[in-house]
């Protein structure tokens, strides 16, 4: 199994996947002090040892779910900043649901455009890449909540076209069945 450490999205924020917060000495050793979980296929595997949220989405793009993830997990970052500690929020792969998530709260905390968390989580964590029904609900939030869209090619029915955004692979599920190899 290949060790995914959490990218640093902020220095309260970090990403990543069920591999990274399975490893809770790394946690500890980064000093995270809070888990957000957005992953309904993922347990929360220490929590006993750090404050947790779980949010529990459906990987794939089309768990409207996440819109209400994007205030719950702002509120539970914010609650991280006021006591200085540094939280990872994650899902199976790090790569759709918490991601998504991620950007959210960047938007929120930092007042950035869509545009910009999008482009902040990919130069923090390459394989950010959110499914379409994802990147459809992210910008129908912004433009809800902004009167804008900074992305607006991912408010269409095809999200762009079927065409992942710049940078991103075409997006594949990658929920639990996913063979991960085996254990070493």
């Known amino acids: 199994q290949i060790h995914d450490s959490p990218a640093e999205l902020r220095e309260y924020l970090f990403l990543g996947s069920e591999d990274s917060a399975a490893d809770g000495n790394n946690l500890e050793d980064l000093g995270i002090t809070h888990v957000l979980n957005v992953a309904d296929d993922v347990e929360c595997f220490h929590a ?25 997990a702002t509120q539970f970052v914010e609650g991280v900043v006021s006591k ?6 994650h899902c199976f792969a790090g790569v759709n649901r918490s991601a998504t998530v991620a950007m959210a709260v960047m ?5 950035w455009t869509l545009a910009e968390a999008y482009e902040h989580a990919k130069s923090s964590r390459p394989i950010v890449c959110p499914f379409v029904g994802n990147r459809q609900k992210i910008a129908t939030w912004e433009k809800q909540t902004r009167e804008v869209c900074s992305l607006p090619a991912w408010l269409s029915d095809d999200a762009g076209g079927e065409k992942p955004p710049p940078g991103c692979m075409k997006a594949v599920p990658l929920g639990p069945h996913l063979d991960k190899g085996p254990d070493v």
């Open 48 to 72: 006993h040892r750090f404050e947790y949220l779980h949010l529990p989405i459906k990987d794939g793009g089309e768990d409207d779910a996440i819109f209400a993830a994007f205030d719950s």
């Open 84 to 89: 200085k500690g540094k939280c990872l929020v």
């Open 107 to 111: 938007m929120n905390i930092e007042g």
